[in-house]
Structures are given as C-alpha cells and as structure tokens.
C-alpha cells in the first residue's frame, strides 16, 4: 500500500451533502473486473458527471479542465455513506484521488480508504465551508500534510482529524494482513480458552 | 471503582468476549464468528490469491447467492442473452471460489438460498453473542438477536477470510430507547424511518447503536431485524437488541442452533448479555413510541423521512442552507414540489422484497392489506429467502399477491440491490419496502419511497402513496 505524508495537487470541491457510495460507483458497475491500467476509474461519478444522453456535464467540478488531475475532493458532510462497497474507493484511488476532505464519511467507506492508501481527512463544518468556498473556482493547488494533519489551500491552513490507529497505517503504508500473521500464537491461545468459554459458537458441519 | 465492578452494556460484554489482543496504537484484534460471503465478494478472494493464502476457517465462513440471482425463471436452466450470462459468470464465480477454498455454498437453486441476512439468522447460524460480518452494509441486521454484527469492505473481507479475525477501534455507544405502546397499523419500520430521520444520515457515524425500550422488546425478531437492519443509514456499522425470551423462542430448534442441554447451556450466557442496568451510554437518545407515525420518505436519502400527513419539505424556510441545498436538489430528482402532501405523490411501481423487509411477518402484513383488492400499478414481490417463499406459499399469500396483480418472483436482494436486472426505468417512482432512496439506487433516474410492507400494499392499492389505516376505514364503509 503506498504510503502517505505529504501530498500538493489541485482539489476538487463537491459541495454536496451525503455522496453516498452508490452515486461514487453505481452498482450496475460493479460486475467489472478491476484491470489495469485504468481499473474503476471510469466509473467514477458516473451518473453526476454526466447528464441524460451520457455527455460529461461542465457544471460537475471534476470535469473542469482546471481541476484535471486533482488528488483531493472536498465535499460536505456524511460523504461515502451507504453501500460498504469498496468499489467505491477503487474507482477513486484509480482515478489518483488519495484525500477526501469533508466533516464525515461514511464509517465503512472510511475503513475502506484506509485500507487502500485514500486518507478520509475531517475538518470541522464551519471551517469546510471556509475551505470549499476557496476551492470553489476550480485549479486550486492543495497541500495535505498527514504528519502535521493540516490541509493548506490559497494561503490558508485547515487541521483535519483522523483516527490515530489509521493515521500511523496511512503514514507507514502498512499492510494489516502482515501484522495480524504476527499475532498467531496470540490467537491460537485465545481459540483453547473460547472453546471452553462459548462451545456453542461453532458451526456444524 | 474497579474495573470488574464497572457495569457494563450489551456492546461491552459482546467486545469482551471477542478481543483477542490489543495493539500499543490502540486497534483491537477480534476474533469472527460467522462470515458470510457472497457474489460481490470476489475482490477479497482476488486478494487471498494474490498473497498465495488461504481461508483460514471455511467451516465458519458461508457463502450465499443474493446479489445478483436472477428473481424470474426459477427453477429452470437460465435463458441465454448477454445479461444472463453476466448474472451467471457472477454466481458461478461465487461457486467456484467456495469450491475451491472448502466453503458451503447456497447457490440459487439450493433450498436454502435467500438474502444472507434473512438466512442466517433463519437457518440459526446465527446466534446471539456472535460476531458476524459480511461484505455488505446491512449486516447490522443480524444485531436483533444480541450478536455484534457489521458490514465490511473487500479489504476486511479479505483479512477475515485468511485469519478469522479484525483489527476494531471500539465504538462509542448510542442508546435509542422507544417507550411506549406503537399505534395500531405502526410497524418495525416506521420505527427505523423514524429513528433515522431523527438521528439525520450521519447522525450516528462512529457508534454502535443498542435499540431498548418497551416497543422494542414488545417487536418480533423480525421486527428486531428491520429495525437493526437500517441502522446504517443513520450511520452507524451497528444495531443491537439484548437477548430475551423472544430471542431464545426464535433460535430454538433452528437447524444449526444448539439442541436439548446445549442449548440451556448457551440460552443461559445469552441472557446474560444483557446490558447491566446502570450501563453508560455515551449518548441516549429517547423516542415515544406513541408518536410514531405511517412513515414515508419523499427525497432521496433514509434521513428525508416524514409521516405520511405531511407534506414535501419547503426549502426556503429552512435555516441550514447545506440542508436547504439538498432539499432543493432532492425536491428536483424526485420530481415533487414543495407543500404538496405525501398522499398526493402518484406512483408507477411498487417492490416487497429486501434484507430490511421479505421475511414472512411482512408477507403477511402486506397480503393482509392486499387480500381481496387490485393493485393499480404493477409489481414485485421477491421473498428474503427460498424457505419464507414456500412458507409464504403454503400459506397462499403468493396467490393473494399475483390475485392483486403483482408478480411473485424468487429469493434475492433483487429490485433493492438492482444488480439481478431487476430495476425501475428513468423517472418511475416505485413505492418500496427497501432501505436506500438514493438518487439511482433502483436504476439510472430512478424514484424511490421507502415505507412499511403494509404501507406499500396500500399504495398499490390507491396507486399513490396512502396512509394504510385510511385504506382500512375506506374498506369497512
């Protein structure tokens, strides 16, 4: 997983509340492959970008030219609620998103993006509105700092919060699974004493 | 006072037991009780492949067919056509990967296949005090029998599936108490619309929700499940409802339950789950059960929930201007204008089916209301697993829908999911008994209103959106 301490790339401000999973990667989507080179990344606000007849829509902030290439989105409240698909956060990192910054996410869509090197960065409402009233013209360059948990944007600097236990993953680019596999004697003690503890969770064969 | 004098809550007892080790960081390692897989799955058994792994405990692992099984032509080999293909590369993927890992496998013919949260618990695999997780946001359903149950990502499925285990941050914990008597015609899930549009959407991120009061122990297990089912949609990864009489009379004699002393053995620990009276919540929220209305949503997520005599929300009399935004753009997408009331919004299609609401209680609830009357829109009704289907049957509810003029399909996530080819078209307004009204969620445009089975019932009746308990009078005038 590729780790994350300090990041400079224009941000893309989506002042909506509650972009749920479904409307970052529409479900009929969600049948496809993840191949390389460009893996979810088309999908990704499939139904926001574009209006009925399919055509990118120029009022949608990502698709201004000035914010092509941007790393960070900046939205409102409860983004990535919903669906615990990680197809979501797929179609985001492969589009080369590694921040989103908003007052809340979605629990799941927030484990989610930690385990795939996205930081679910959280700034306080009133400041967030600060924030996307600047990034609010498109092309704005954005730094954010995992060390010192800041964003800084136009001459101003934002602190955001993220739990502690992820920050020190996202930093380090750590993966769990080797982590975990160092716990097995740990686990295989615990195993004997809830044999005794609770018989009754096994499952028949 | 000590730690082992400190009282302790449901959540408490069920983190306790499951802690297997704690990191200096403060993440918690947590053994899995049951896991559930299913078509979606397949990026997590990408990724044990990928690291040359294996599942560590396919005996506690289960996959089940739901997502994206076909709810038409049952029964028969699948017709041919670039969609069906699609459906059964992805069941067949679900197979294979079980086949190949040792995992039991409810594929869509087997007579015990149906939505993974409507079976576990159905079959008693699972029970209370369990820990239960699934690569699906609506695992929270499985609290209503005291186990700690949650949806997870691919990445965690994929970590449960080679340890059995999860790193966890312990939750904060949130009380929702309803006390009181529920109106006659008020069902589980105007309880969750209400509990959700009072939390807001976001309104529990970060906690755990145990539901408690007197209307809660007074609901059925099902009606539990619909109730701890929606808890994601006001934020929270969890529901939990204390084990009680109730819970034991559900998980005796279920297939995979214990039996005879064992089962007195572990009904004995179950009981004792129970939250300690004097638990600490760090939050409590209160709700009075009297108050509690036929609830409908009219905008386009869970929290836009009002009761059925009210009407659409006006946006420039509200003070927010985030939530005034949102209203105005959900006003736009559903095609509504503001102050016109609830009963007035017209409709095109209705769905009974989902993880929230098929098991057989809301069969019967939505029949009843349809037993004798003509639906004026067309319909689905896809039960939550194969076995409430031929309980359903046997009890003619099925020829009480199709009499109405609605189908009777199979078992599956079907029309709530939209991933089976089951979807509304661009503009249909569909009155739904599911749990997610987000913008396409039933397909590309479409409209969806979440309410109680009875209360989609009704609708299909009056072809709008209706107060069931008006339906009622109109029909004994």
């Known amino acids: 997983m590729e780790a994350f301490v300090r990041v400079s790339s224009v941000a893309c401000a989506l002042p909506q509340i509650n972009i749920d999973t479904d409307q970052v ?11 390389p080179p460009l893996g979810y990344a088309p999908y990704l606000f499939h139904d926001l970008r574009r209006g009925s007849d399919g055509s990118l829509d120029p009022a949608f902030a990502l698709n201004d030219p000035g914010n092509s290439g941007a790393k960070f989105i900046a939205a409102r409240r409860n983004f990535g609620s919903g669906s615990s698909r990680e197809a979501a956060v797929y179609a985001l990192v ?4 590694r921040c989103v910054i908003a007052p809340s996410h979605g629990d799941i869509f927030s484990a989610n993006a930690v385990n795939n090197g996205l930081v679910p960065a959280r700034v306080d409402e009133a400041e967030m509105e600060t924030l996307l009233a600047l990034l609010a013209p498109g092309g704005i360059q954005t730094e954010v700092d995992l060390e010192t948990c800041t964003v800084s ?19 380090n680019g750590w993966d769990d699974i080797d982590i975990t596999h160092s716990f097995r004697p740990q686990i295989a003690d615990w195993l004997q004493g809830d044999g005794l503890r609770r018989p009754w969770a096994q499952l028949a064969a | 006072m000590t730690a082992e004098s400190k009282p302790q809550s449901l959540f408490d007892k069920l983190w306790n037991s499951h802690v297997i080790a704690e990191r200096e960081d403060g993440a918690s390692l947590v053994w899995v009780d049951r896991h559930y897989v ?5 990026h997590a058994f990408n990724k044990v492949r990928e690291r040359g792994e294996t599942v560590a405990r396919p005996d506690l692992t289960v996959a089940i067919a739901d997502h994206y099984v076909p709810t038409r ?5 699948m017709a041919g056509g670039a969609a069906n293909a699609e459906l059964a590369r992805m069941m067949d993927q679900l197979g294979a990967n079980a086949a190949q890992f040792g995992i039991r496998h409810y594929g869509m013919d087997h007579p015990w296949q149906g939505i993974c949260h409507v079976v576990g618990p159905e079959l008693g695999m699972t029970l209370p005090g369990l820990l239960v997780v699934e690569g699906d946001s609506h695992t929270s359903t499985h609290g209503a029998l005291g186990a700690w149950a949650f949806g997870v990502g691919a990445s965690e499925v994929a970590h ?14 949130l009380r929702v108490s309803i006390e009181g008597t529920l109106a006659p015609g008020i069902s589980a899930k105007d309880m969750a619309l209400t509990v959700v549009a009072r939390l807001g959407a976001d309104g529990a991120v970060g906690h755990v929700i145990e539901y408690a009061g007197s209307a809660v122990r007074a609901l059925s297990i099902e009606g539990r499940m619909t109730l701890c089912n929606m808890s994601i949609e006001s934020g929270a990864r969890c529901g939990l409802v204390a084990p009680d009489q109730v819970t034991l009379d ?12 064992a089962f007195d053995r572990a009904a004995a620990q179950w009981l004792a789950l129970a939250g300690d009276a004097d638990a600490v919540f760090d939050r409590e929220v209160l709700i009075d059960a009297a108050g509690i209305a036929p609830t409908v949503t009219w905008g386009t997520t869970p929290e836009d929930a009002l009761a059925i005599d009210a009407t659409v929300p006006d946006p420039d009399r509200l003070s927010d201007a985030t939530r005034a935004g949102h209203v105005r753009d959900a006003i736009d997408y559903m095609g509504l204008h503001s102050g016109m009331p609830l009963s007035e919004i017209a409709i095109d299609r209705v769905f009974i089916g989902s993880c929230t609401n098929a098991r057989i209680e809301d069969l019967r609830a939505a029949a009843a209301v349809l037993a004798g009357r003509r639906s004026k829109v067309p319909g689905l009704v896809s039960p939550g697993s194969t076995l409430v289907q031929r309980q359903a049957e046997k009890e003619g509810l099925d020829r009480i829908f199709m009499d109405a003029g609605l189908e009777w399909g199979g078992s599956g996530c079907s029309m709530c999911a939209a991933m089976n080819g089951d979807t509304l078209q661009a503009g249909q307004r569909c009155a739904s008994t599911t749990n997610r009204n987000f913008k396409g969620r039933q397909g590309l445009g479409s409209r969806t209103h979440l309410m109680s089975p009875a209360m989609v019932a009704a609708a299909a009746v009056a072809g709008r959106l209706v107060d069931v308990r008006s339906l009622a009078v109109e029909a004994v005038a």
């Open chain 1, 25 to 35: 990667l529409p479900a009929r989507f969600m049948k496809q492959p993840r191949t």
């Open chain 1, 94 to 97: 492969d589009a080369g998103i």
């Open chain 1, 153 to 171: 944007a136009a001459g101003k600097v934002f602190g955001f919060q993220i739990d502690p236990v992820w920050r020190l993953r996202l930093l």
């Open chain 2, 38 to 42: 299913q078509e979606g799955s397949f």
């Open chain 2, 73 to 77: 032509g049952r029964g028969q080999p």
């Open chain 2, 160 to 173: 449960v599936l080679m340890t059995q285990t999860l790193w966890q941050k312990r939750p904060r914990q």
């Open chain 2, 250 to 261: 559900y998980v005796r004699g279920r297939p995979f339950a214990p039996q005879g002393d």
